[in-house]
């Protein structure tokens, strides 16, 4: 995984980043949501912390994608497991791009308000944040399979 690098956009974008890195946390320690999404608003997004100033975040959305995540997180792992070769797991998968792939397909399932191409490519650039291989065209692949059984 490479380092943290910065994510083009606005409130959105920042929102989509700022989900990615909640569901990770979520995953990795095992806290509840919940707790996550206030920690995230009370004291992460805009905020500035160790010299990194964090983006302003459309907060509703935030917190739409994360909690839709979670309470949708069965669904959504089926739809990703049932679209991956025979040679992969979700678990085999790399933990921040699972927490990529939950938030994109979430929004793919319930926010028909955002446009499928746009969704897309939010985020592969928030992948491409994270890694310099080939995963975010992996997410992009995933995601696009997703959105053409889902949206068409």
């Known amino acids: 995984m490479a ?7 606005g409130a959105r974008s920042s929102a989509r980043l700022a989900a990615v890195q909640a569901l990770y946390q979520i995953e990795a320690s095992d806290t509840p949501s919940p707790i996550v999404i206030k920690e995230f608003v009370d004291h992460r997004l805009g905020e500035l912390i160790d010299d990194d100033q964090f983006a302003k ?7 739409d994608l994360v909690s839709g995540v979670d309470s949708r997180s069965e669904e959504i792992d089926e739809l990703i497991t049932s679209n991956l070769t025979d040679s992969w797991s979700l678990e ?3 933990s ?3 927490a990529v ?3 994109g397909v979430y929004e793919i399932l319930a926010r028909p ?5 746009v969704i897309i490519n939010e985020y592969v650039d928030v992948t491409k944040a994270f890694f310099d291989d080939s995963t975010p065209a992996f997410v992009n692949g995933i ?3 997703i959105a053409k059984l889902t949206r068409e």
């Open 101 to 103: 792939l939950r938030s």
């Open 92 to 94: 085999r998968i790399e």
């Open 3 to 9: 380092k943290e690098k910065s994510v083009k956009g």
């Open 113 to 117: 308000d955002v446009p499928t191409n």
């Open 143 to 145: 995601l696009d399979k």
């Open 96 to 98: 921040v791009a699972r």
């Open 57 to 63: 975040a459309d907060e509703a959305f935030f917190i």
